[in-house]
C-alpha cells in the first residue's frame, strides 16, 4: 500500500543492513510517520507487548524476525536451549492472536534437521521470516480476490443510489498484516475495480486504532471513509446505511469463533439484528485448530487500566495525554472479545468463502482435518 504515493509494507529487512529490521512505529500515527529500527530480539517483544506494531499478521512476521535477530547473537554454549528462551518471551507477549505461537513454532519447526552450533542457523531463520513476510503479502492479495466478488454481487443488489457502504471495526488493513490487509483487502480490489466504495470507520476506543490507523490509510490510499464513535455503528446499521460489515480477527476456532477487537461482539449483534452480512477476513494461520469453543477456550488479554482512562492527540503541533476520568476511578480493559459463529454471515480466507462453522473451513482446508 502506499504513503504519499511511495509503496511501503508494515515490516522489511533494512536492504543496507541485514542485521537490523524496520518497522511503522504505528503509536505515532496519524500525526507522525517514523520508521523503528529493531536490532535484537528484546526490540521485537517490545513492539508487540507495546504495540508499536500491532494486528495478528504483522505480530507473527514480526516474531519470526525476532527469532533472526537472535540468532545473530546466539550463544557458543547451549544456543538451542537459547533460542527455546527466546521463542517462549516472545510468546509471552500477546496472550490471544494465535499468529504469534504459529509464527514462532514454524522458526524452531525450521530449525529441526540442523546440527545445535550450524552456521546456517541466522540464515535459515532469515529465509523463513522472508517467507512468512512475503506469505502474508500474498494471502491477503487473494483474501481481496475472493472478497472482491461477494463486494461485486452486494453491490449489484443494492437497492439504493450510492457507494457501497462498509462498516468494519479497529484495524484490519495493511498497517495489520505485511500488506493490503486482511478486512481491506476486498476494499482496495473493489476500488480498483471501478466499485464507488464509502467505509465507516468506527474509532475503537480505547486505542483507537479505527480513527488513528484505518482512516490514515484509506486517506492515504484515496478511499471514501467516515469516522464514527463506536457507539453509533447499531445506529448506522438500523437505518440501513451499512450494506456490509467485514473486520478482522486475531484468533478463530475451528468451529468459526471469532476473537477480534473488543466492540466486535456488538457489531455482530446489531448486524444480526437488520439483516446485515457481517464477515471476517482471515488469513488461514489465524485459525486455531486445536480450539472449538472461543468463549471457554481463547485466553481475553486484559490491557493496562490507563488506556481507558486517558486519550492523546495532537494539539498545537504537540502530543498530548489528557486524563478522562476521575483520577481514583477503577477500569478495566478486556482488549479483545468473542463473536460466536452464530452472528457471522461468513469468512473470507485466501482459499475462499465458507460459512463459519467447522465443516464450512474444512470444506476449505481439507488437509487440516485430523479424526479423533
Not at 194 to 199: A, E
Request: charged share 15%; aromatic share 6%.
Amino acid at each position: 500500500m502506499k504513503i504519499q504515493n511511495q509503496h511501503y509494507r508494515s515490516i522489511w529487512l533494512n536492504p543496507n543492513n541485514h542485521q537490523q529490521v524496520q518497522i511503522i512505529d504505528q503509536r505515532f500515527l496519524p500525526h507522525q510517520l517514523e520508521i523503528k529500527t529493531l536490532t535484537c530480539w528484546q526490540d521485537c517483544a517490545t513492539a508487540i507487548e507495546e504495540m508499536w506494531i500491532r494486528g495478528a499478521p504483522l505480530i507473527g512476521a514480526t516474531a519470526a524476525f525476532g527469532m533472526y535477530l537472535a540468532a545473530l547473537q546466539l550463544p557458543a554454549q547451549q544456543p538451542e536451549a537459547y533460542l527455546q528462551q527466546v521463542a517462549q518471551n516472545l510468546l509471552a507477549t500477546r496472550p490471544t492472536a494465535v499468529n504469534l505461537r504459529w509464527a514462532v513454532e514454524r522458526q524452531l519447526h525450521t530449525l529441526a534437521g540442523l546440527p545445535p552450533n550450524s552456521p546456517n542457523i541466522a540464515q535459515t531463520l532469515l529465509n523463513t521470516a522472508n517467507t512468512i513476510a512475503n506469505e502474508d503479502v500474498e494471502t491477503c492479495r487473494m483474501i481481496g480476490v475472493h472478497g472482491l466478488q461477494l463486494l461485486k454481487d452486494i453491490y449489484a443488489r443494492k437497492t439504493t443510489a450510492g457507494p457501497l457502504n462498509i462498516l468494519t471495526h479497529c484495524n484490519a488493513g495493511w498497517l495489520a498484516c505485511v500488506d493490503w490487509g486482511t478486512a481491506t483487502s476486498p476494499i482496495y480490489l473493489a476500488v480498483r475495480a471501478g466499485i464507488p466504495v464509502h467505509v465507516w470507520v468506527s474509532e475503537t476506543r480505547p486505542r483507537n486504532q479505527g480513527a488513528n490507523l484505518t482512516a490514515w490509510e484509506l486517506e492515504q490510499n484515496g478511499i471514501a471513509h467516515t469516522v464514527v464513535v463506536d457507539n453509533c455503528c447499531g445506529h448506522l446499521l438500523q437505518h440501513g446505511m451499512v450494506d456490509i460489515c467485514i473486520v478482522g480477527t486475531d484468533r478463530t476456532t475451528r468451529t468459526g469463533d471469532v476473537a477480534n477487537k473488543t466492540g466486535t461482539y456488538l457489531k455482530a449483534l446489531a448486524a444480526h439484528d437488520n439483516g446485515i452480512p457481517f464477515y471476517v477476513a482471515l488469513p488461514s494461520s489465524t485459525i486455531d485448530w486445536q480450539i472449538s469453543n472461543g468463549l471457554k477456550e481463547i485466553t481475553i488479554e486484559q490491557r493496562h487500566p490507563d488506556e481507558v482512562k486517558y486519550v492523546g492527540g495532537i494539539s498545537n503541533g504537540q502530543y498530548h495525554r489528557v486524563l478522562i476520568t476521575p483520577p481514583n476511578s477503577q477500569a478495566v480493559n478486556y482488549g479483545f472479545d468473542v463473536t460466536p459463529a452464530r452472528l457471522i454471515t461468513g469468512l473470507i480466507t485466501e482459499r475462499g468463502i465458507c460459512p463459519a462453522s467447522e465443516q464450512g473451513l474444512l470444506q476449505l482446508f481439507p488437509d487440516m482435518y485430523f479424526p479423533d
